[in-house]
């Protein structure tokens, strides 16, 4: 999982990234998939239903064909989950056929309709957060992209912010128990969030979401630890302390910059080296009015 838009690894919005493994290949695969998440409650199949992506070439020559789709959704699901995948499959087709506009605006759509479903249920969706933010962002980087090119003025990150605020509110709120707690699909958002207000240059909106972290009620558990029994995969932490680390450097507090961005390095997996350079971008300067030069040899 990439760091920021800017990584090999993680472009803002690829033309083709390879399918996902395990992902359907067919409409009605796919309805079929999410019907037996929801009846089970399985967080992980229904993240695997919805990364539909568009490498996915099964699907999007099922798409072209113009197949039933709402009679496909409504046949399987029951709402807002028929809607939710109908919008996603609407999204995937325009996406494909560069309509980046009207692929924004379906994604935004399903992640309305995820938004509706979340709210009623426990914490058992919290897996499909990431599928759904990381679509979300690419569509509207996508969508701004093709607005500045006809010369109108890019607007659907901001939108797309607005709606991933809501997933975050649904999260940090939740009361339940902390090992059954929505509270561990937060960090998923923040990442997301952070990813869009970099990229808009919206930093000062950064620090509502760091100070719901260091808030008393978020799970103190940002260093890898477990807490009751659960813990936040460690991409998510490595990303999160990369983008605390840019931060800080920016409000030229190093040595806070240097302990994020640090331990971001230091947990980065050593095979992802697009990432651990962009780290070392910005933790090989802050380290300089601290005293610690780095080796030549370091950025190869």
């Known amino acids: 999982r990439g760091l920021a838009g800017s990584a090999p690894s993680a472009s803002v919005c690829p033309t083709r990234p390879m399918s996902a493994p395990g992902a359907p290949s067919t409409a009605q695969q ?37 197949p039933p789709l709402e009679q496909i959704c409504g046949r399987a699901l029951v709402e807002p989950w028929d809607e939710l995948l109908l919008e996603q499959l609407h999204y995937i087709k325009a996406a494909a056929a560069g309509e980046h506009e009207a692929a924004y605006s379906h994604c935004e759509r399903a992640a309305a309709c995820f938004q509706a479903a979340f709210e009623k249920e426990s914490d058992w969706p919290v897996p499909a957060l990431h599928s759904l933010c990381l679509n979300l962002r690419r569509a509207a980087a996508a969508a701004d992209a093709a607005l ?20 975050f509110q649904v999260c940090v709120t939740d009361r339940a128990p902390l090992p059954v707690s929505k509270k561990w699909g937060a960090l998923v958002v923040i990442n997301a969030l ?47 302390k990369y983008f605390t680390g840019r931060l800080a450097l920016l409000n030229s507090d190093f040595g806070a910059a240097e302990r994020q961005l640090s331990w971001a390095f230091e947990r980065c997996p050593r095979a992802a080296t697009g990432n651990k350079r962009l780290v070392l971008r910005y933790l090989v300067p802050v380290r300089l009015p601290l005293g610690g030069f780095a080796s030549p040899a370091l950025p190869r």
């Open 194 to 240: 952070f990813h869009v207000y970099f990229a808009i240059n919206n930093l000062r909106l950064c620090q509502n979401l760091i100070r719901a972290v260091e808030g008393p009620a978020f799970p103190k558990a940002l260093d890898g630890q477990t807490v009751e029994g659960r813990h936040f995969a460690k991409a998510e932490v490595v990303t999160y």
């Open 30 to 66: 796919a309805a079929q998939t999410i019907s037996q998440a929801v009846s089970r409650q399985d967080g992980a199949g229904l993240a695997a239903a919805l990364r539909l992506d568009l490498g996915n070439t099964a699907l999007i020559a099922q798409l072209n064909s113009s």
């Open 148 to 167: 500045v090119a006809k010369g109108e003025r890019a607007a659907r990150q901001q939108e797309a912010a607005r709606t991933m605020q809501k997933f």
